[in-house]
């Protein structure tokens, strides 16, 4: 059995509406202050939502309960069909900005709530189906606050399932370029960026389903440092719908094409993922025959790259 972190108990359960109405109008701006004793840093987050009812409740409770920072919220759903408007009305009054209606996907919607969350310093976004832990947001931006020579910053993260246990903890470390290109060691929820870098790289590829966070990552880390907080401060949640489960190839074909555009080269895992997982059709479906189409899928891929060293013996530097 799996158990809550300590900074989850008491909160209540993506993008997610049953009660009968669609609201397309910017509702009233309001900045949470949580602490008026202490130096506010000003932070734009942005939940992008459809039919995630079942876990909106928590995400929601998770953000209106950070502390010690100046928090602008923005709600952008794209007009689901499930209990997510009515989870979400008692807090009308405290978004930024609230939308819901269809757009065109998870990564227009951040970008659209993002540009609506002006005056922050520090921008970010919860899916909602993950949560942040106490302080999570506060002890991010006050990392960026206290090292100007980073761009971004990621913590550390848990896992959790459905009901809110934790079955692990996401594989974090610091950001190395290398590793990196072997899988994403940057867990979403758990990060914060700069509003300056944010603009400068124009947001989200909105041409991206799947892997909008990878890319984003790439392009950062092109313009400065991405710093690591060894904290606890988000949680990410598997569960049997989410994009990673239910898009798994589309996830490994947007990887590649990322780590081409970026890299040049791609590593051996994702190459032959789609093979190996059998997520495509195999001339032969026996263990060696999709072994040896997997490894002639990555030449076919790499090209001559492909005889160069790859990432899978390095050490944790640039």
Known sequence: MGHRPESL?????????????????????????????SKLLSLGLVVPSFNQGQFLAQALKSIFTQENVSLKVALCDAGSTDPTLSIADPYMDRFAFFRSHPDRGQASAINEGISQLMGTSYVGWLNADDVLLRDGLGAM????????EHVAVFGKAYIIDEIGNTIGEYPTKPFCRKAFAVACTICQPASLIRRSVWDRVGGLDESIQTC??????????????????????????????????TLRKIVNDEAIAILLRHRGMVPRNWCMANILEGLVDCPKNTYFGRGW??????????????????????????
């Not at 909160?11 to 949580?34: D, P, V």
């Not at 931006?141 to 100007?148: G, K, M, R, V, Y």
């Open 141 to 148: 931006a006050q990392f960026l606050d206290d090292s100007s």
């Open 293 to 318: 189409e997997a490894f002639k899928h990555y030449f076919q891929i790499n090209k001559w790259k492909a005889l160069l060293p790859q990432n899978w013996f390095f050490r944790n530097k640039e």
């Open 9 to 37: 108990g008491g909160l209540g359960g993506g993008r997610g509406s049953s009660n009968g109405y669609r609201i397309l109008k910017i509702q009233k701006r309001k900045t949470i202050r949580l602490n008026m004793n």
């Open 212 to 245: 909008i966070d990878y890319d984003l990552w790439w392009r950062i880390s092109k313009i400065g440092r991405i710093g690591y907080l060894e904290k606890f401060v988000a949680c990410t949640r598997d569960h049997a719908q989410s994009k990673t489960r």
